[in-house]
Structure formats: C-alpha cells, structure tokens
C-alpha cells in the first residue's frame, strides 16, 4: 500500500537556525499539505500545495515558513530561523481523489 | 465556539465494550467528515470517511446529522488494540481545497 514518508524522524536545532523538513507524499496525488501538532495539542493546519503553488496557508505559517516542490517526488518546508515555539510535531499529508488525506509517520522538531 | 468539540475523555471501558464518540462542528459549511485514530507520538491514520446515511465497518460504525452538526463513532465489541485517541475531522473548503480542522481528540483505553 502506498504511503507517504518524511525525513528526518527528529530533527534537534538551535533558536535561529534554519530546518528543512522532507516528504515523498503519494506518487499519483496532487494535493499536499503540512500541519503540525505541538505535544498536547491537536493537530492544526499550516500550509496547502497545489500545482507547485501555496493554495492557503494559515496565520501559524509566516514569513519563517516556506514549501516547495523542488522535483516530481519531494516536498519541503523550510523554517528559516526556527523558534522555541516551533518545537512540534510535523506532519505532511497528501490528498487524492475523494478528500482522503493520508499522513506520514511526522517529524519531531525540537529547538533548543 | 471551538470549530470541531470532543469531549476530551478518557474513556476507560473493558474488553467488549461497545464506546460512543461524540462531537460536534460549528462550520455548517463543512463538506467531508472523517474519524482518524492517533497513537501516542503517531501520525494520525484514517479509520473511516462519514456520510450522511452513516456508513459501517466491522466494529466501527460512523453517523453524520448535518441538521444538528454532530458525528458520532460507535466501536462495538472494543479490543485492547483500540486503545488510541480518536479525532473527528471536518473539511473547510477553501479555494478549491480542503483543509482538515481536527477536534482535540478522545482518548479511549481499554482495559483487560
């Protein structure tokens, strides 16, 4: 059964350092979106990728997130200078026909 | 008003029990309706998509009443393996995409 992987499975940082965080989504689905979950908390939305576009992004995705497609395969999110609020959770999803999202396992981001 | 409200848990029920989720959303506009499964530190997983004539599967039967925005899950005959936080899942469809606002989740656990 198809499934989407990220990478790293953690990722541990420095305040202020930039992070990429990497998804292989579901090779024939074309939409894609990242959410995060900050422990406790439920799972929230951040940013919806279209046709190599940001379709809607969320007040949490500011100027410090970016995403990109950068080949046929993966999908990024970058946080350029990462804070301590930015310890969570990551999770990207791909959506195919019928509104099914599905998950990858996540990346754990803690910043220090 | 919360988006998508759960009661928060835990439920605490024995091996065969039969267990009711209840939630609610407040976006009468919300189109798709889903029950997700998250383990403890997992990614979400997709249990089963909620129709307005309810729909089934095995154990798990799901019910969607659009007039009174509710969804409910019911798990008949509950096994140790059930044990998980169980999240409602409504759409916003927002410029040709979906996003997913999460409730926060009902933990169940069941017991010997």
């Known amino acids: 059964e198809p499934e989407v992987t990220q990478t790293p499975s953690h990722q541990v940082t420095q305040m202020g350092q930039e992070v990429i965080l990497r998804c292989v989504p579901i090779?024939?689905?074309?939409?894609f979106y990242w959410y995060r979950q900050i422990l406790g908390q439920k799972v929230e939305f951040l940013v919806s990728?279209?046709?190599?576009?940001?379709?809607?992004k969320s007040e949490i995705f500011d100027d410090q997130f970016s995403v990109e497609r950068p080949d046929g395969s993966n999908f990024t999110l970058k946080i350029r200078s990462t804070k301590l609020e930015d310890s969570a959770m990551y999770f990207c999803?791909?959506?195919?026909?019928?509104?099914?999202?599905?998950f990858g396992p996540g990346t754990r981001l803690t910043v220090t | 008003r919360k988006e998508v409200e759960q009661d928060p848990g835990p439920f605490n029920v024995p091996e065969g029990a039969t267990v009711a989720f209840n939630c609610t959303y407040s976006n009468s506009a919300s189109q798709s309706f889903f029950w997700y499964r998250q383990d403890c530190r997992k990614e979400p997983k997709l249990l089963m998509s909620v129709y307005s004539s309810g729909n089934e599967d095995g154990r798990f039967t799901a019910q969607l009443n659009r007039a009174s925005q509710y969804i409910s899950l019911l798990i008949r005959d509950s096994k140790l393996s059930d044990s998980a936080t169980y999240l409602c899942v409504v759409t916003q469809f927002s410029g040709g995409y979906n996003k997913l606002i999460f409730g926060a989740g009902t933990r169940l656990a069941v017991h010997p």
């Open positions: 999803a791909s959506e195919g026909r019928g509104n099914e999202q599905y």
């Open positions: 090779s024939n689905h074309l939409y």
């Open positions: 990728f279209y046709n190599n576009e940001i379709s809607e």
